[in-house]
């Protein structure tokens, strides 16, 4: 088998383990979520939500750009990984400490006096994602992502069974509290157990100055993300209220949810591939479109269709009383419509070595987001959230603009490889939210609403030939084959 053979069967493997791994974790966890949003008041999920943003923001810090750095790196070594292992954790050491005597201060910023032991605990988390964070590097650059299965899937269970028991048993907020930390300590431990890179005792200045040269793009390119993510989150919570920000949180979830399993995968398999072939940008472009084309068929029925049956969705899986999460719920499906046009650009710009261009682009989101952060904000969270859309919506085409100038893959054709999954979803859909108005049992309506949806989408790809449809099909049937 040629190199390049073998490279596009290593993605080929990755991209199912990693759809395979994050199917199974995420399915695992939805359902521990649905449980526990029947057993925990919105006002609980509002305050564990306000501080998950905190230790994000902090997360930042010890897991982009660096170990985005060994990643596309070519000829990194096991002192590079040493290297970022132990820069990494002195640093998240830091900001624990930091944020352990902070909490009181964050506490009475919020006049909720509950927030400070929550903020403590919860920050142990930082410095065990510096290590998982090098770990997942390690993975994704050899293309192991087999490894992540057992380690997601094993966090994933034990934390979820923890986390209802818990709440069960009365511990309310904390039952969230502890689920958040055993999730990523088994997966880290998990990691350490599977994967035969653990670090060693040495440290090299001269490497590190190197990677961060890279890498401190990345990380401020990561960090304005997740500043400017989260901001509406805390003026949702500071102007408003805790509960508006649960309604909030819940409707970005499942759309968020779908992208991370079917966007976030394949980029995050494609990173290191895109990284080997640097150089060779016709190649880059042919392998841009196709997953360009593959991510939009998966992702545009899904979060489309959670649109359409969104109300009858909602009522069924979480109960009227988070029903005014509806609106939120379908003003995210349609931003992360976006996301692979937005993801796989920007995977491309970074394994190319631009990560300067990445974050002066990341920069003018930021502007445009802020900007209309101010014009909407007092006009309540539902209008924060379509503000979110519109910034989106504007900085994918942007983006999808430098980068096609770069490898002569034009706007209007990023856009074309798009349109035959977003109009095939709309009509399925369509229809889907047109049967939500018969008089039935909501839960036969949401059941013939789904089925509905996939059958004419799946009718409608192979009477016109769509080639994703093609090639998932082909991937299916050499797996039965090779069983």
């Known amino acids: 088998m040629s190199s390049t053979d073998n490279i596009k069967s290593k993605a080929v493997s990755g991209i199912l383990y990693r759809f395979a791994e994050r199917i199974a974790a995420q399915t695992v966890s939805t359902l521990v979520s649905i449980v526990l949003a029947r057993i925990l008041l919105p006002e609980e999920y509002g305050i564990v939500a306000l501080v998950t943003i ?38 998240s050491s830091i900001l624990f400490v930091m944020l352990f005597f902070m909490a009181p201060v964050i506490a009475s910023w919020y006049e909720n006096d509950t927030i400070t032991p929550i903020i403590r605990v919860m920050a142990i988390r930082i410095p065990i994602a510096s290590v998982n964070s090098v770990q997942q590097a390690y993975v994704s650059k050899k293309l192991m992502f087999k490894k992540f299965f057992w380690a997601t899937i094993s966090g994933t269970v034990i934390s979820g069974v923890t986390g209802i028991i818990m709440a069960y048993q009365g511990f309310g907020v904390w039952a969230l509290v502890a689920q958040y930390l055993i999730n990523v300590s088994v997966g880290t431990i998990m990691l350490f157990l599977v994967v035969d890179w653990h670090p060693t005792f040495e440290f090299s200045f001269k490497k590190f100055t190197s990677l961060l040269s890279f890498g401190w793009k990345i990380l401020v390119s990561g960090l304005l993300t997740d500043i400017y993510d989260e901001l509406r989150s805390f003026v949702i919570a500071g102007k408003y209220s805790t509960e508006d920000l649960s309604f909030y949180t819940r409707g970005k979830q499942f759309p968020q949810l779908i992208s991370k399993n079917v966007s976030s995968t394949i980029t995050s398999v494609m990173f290191p591939v895109f990284s080997q072939y640097q150089e060779d940008k016709i190649a880059l472009k042919r392998m841009m479109r196709n997953s360009i084309s593959l991510n939009s068929y998966i992702m545009a029925p899904l979060l489309i269709g959670l649109a ?12 009227d009383t988070w029903l005014p999460a509806v609106p939120f719920v379908q003003v995210f499906c349609i931003l992360y419509l976006f996301k692979p046009l937005k993801n796989i650009n920007k995977s491309c710009l970074k394994a190319m070595g631009y990560s300067g261009l990445d974050l002066i682009l990341n920069l003018v989101e930021k502007v445009i987001g802020i900007i209309l952060i101010f014009i909407f904000m007092n006009h309540g969270p539902l209008y924060l959230a379509i503000s979110a859309l519109a910034t989106y919506f504007i900085s994918a085409i942007i983006d999808a603009f430098v980068n096609g100038k770069i490898l002569s893959y034009s706007i209007f054709e990023q856009i074309n490889d798009l349109m035959p999954s977003l109009i095939l979803s709309a009509i399925s859909c369509g229809i889907s939210y047109l049967i939500g108005f018969l008089d039935a049992n909501i839960y036969l309506l949401l059941l013939l609403q789904i089925v509905a949806a996939i059958v004419i989408y799946i009718r409608l790809s192979a009477i016109l030939k769509i080639r994703s449809y093609k090639y998932l099909l082909d991937i299916v049937k050499k797996l039965i084959i090779k069983k």
């Open 54 to 91: 905190i230790i994000t923001l902090c997360d930042t810090f010890v897991v982009s750009g660096l170990g985005a750095s060994l990643i596309q790196k070519q000829d990194a070594d096991r002192k590079d990984f040493s290297t970022i292992f132990w820069a990494g954790l002195l640093l």
């Open 308 to 319: 359409a049956i969104a109300h009858n969705f909602v009522a069924v899986v979480y109960t």
